[in-house]
């Protein structure tokens, strides 16, 4: 990988995805932080389809902190490890309410205090709730870090991140993880990918 040829790739996405942004529902920090959290191993459809009555229920941390697991199962059972996400979501909130004041943090050491929250959703939030910059890696950056040759067929979330800032301007870490977040999730899948119309292919290293 070279910085030209990352930017070529850059600019072919912009075109396929001329507004490229996160598609959780919220309104607030705190509410990303919720959904990010909730999102783990489940689309993001499913998690818009369940928050609406989980903030409204409890729409503060304090709230959400006293909250009973089985309450807060009732409303995300449809979503994938919901007995989990439960208690991770009152404990993160406990955590937020009595040593961050209710203030959902903007650094990746303190937000990775908080239970649920690793170091990918930590970017999350400060791409998406901050707008600071930060190189948020799922599956999907992986697959494009690995098609797209920032990294080897062996490369692991962490050697994704790095070949990303390394190949990237800092400037443009947000917009580039809505782009390879997106187009990883809509045109390069996992299972049959859109090959044959795809706009990039010549950047990929998969066999076609």
Not at 56 to 77: E, G
Not at 110 to 130: C, D, F, H, M
């Amino acid at each position: 990988m070279t910085l030209e040829r990352s930017y070529e790739i850059l600019n072919e996405l912009k075109k396929i995805i001329p507004n490229p942004k996160c598609e959780l529902n919220y309104s607030s920090v705190f509410e990303l932080l919720c959904a990010v959290i909730l999102s783990s191993q489940t689309t993001d459809k499913r998690v818009n389809e369940v928050t609406p009555a989980l903030f409204s229920k409890y729409p503060t941390p304090l709230d959400l902190s006293m909250a009973q697991p089985l309450d807060v199962y009732s409303i995300i059972q449809s979503l994938g490890f919901a007995k989990t996400k439960s208690i991770n979501l009152i404990e993160m909130a406990k955590t937020l309410h009595f040593e961050f004041h209710d203030v959902v943090p903007n650094t990746l050491e303190e937000l990775q205090r908080l239970n649920g929250v690793g170091r990918k959703t930590a970017s999350v939030i400060l791409v998406e709730g901050y707008k600071i910059p930060a190189m948020p890696v799922d599956t999907h950056l992986v697959r494009m870090a690995k098609r797209f040759g920032y990294i080897s067929e062996e490369g692991s979330v962490k050697e994704a991140e790095e070949s990303f800032r390394t190949f990237i301007k800092e400037e443009d870490w947000i917009i580039s993880h809505h782009l390879f977040l997106l187009f990883g999730r809509y045109h390069c899948k996992a299972i049959k990918p859109q090959c044959e119309s795809c706009r990039v292919k010549q950047y990929c290293k998969k066999e076609h």
